[in-house]
């Protein structure tokens, strides 16, 4: 699970399609590659929290510890 830096209140793009080069974050290369859209998500809290890198989270792009099953 990739650990990523959240600024409350700011709001993200996570990559739902594999193509970005910012992984996990979108870099809108799904634009010209296909295979899906971002998911917009607005960070509740500051701080380090554990991202999707996975895909199997129930809860993206939060983890949810399901790459443990
Ligand atoms: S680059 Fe993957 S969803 Fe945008």
């Given at each position: 699970?990739p650990k990523?830096?959240?600024?409350k209140?700011?709001?993200?793009?996570?990559c739902?399609?594999?193509?970005?080069?910012?992984?996990?974050?979108?870099?809108?290369a799904?634009?010209?590659k296909?295979?899906?859209?971002?998911i917009?998500?607005?960070a509740?809290?500051?701080?380090e929290?554990?991202?999707?890198?996975?895909g199997?989270?129930?809860?993206?792009?939060?983890?949810?510890?399901?790459?443990?099953?």
């Open positions: 699970m990523v830096t959240l600024e209140g700011k709001t993200y793009k996570y739902t399609c594999g193509h970005s080069a910012q992984m996990p974050f979108c870099d809108n799904h634009v010209t296909g295979g899906g859209k971002p917009v998500f607005t509740e809290k500051d701080g929290i554990g991202i999707c890198g996975c199997k989270s129930k809860n993206k792009p939060y983890c949810d510890g399901s790459h443990n099953s």
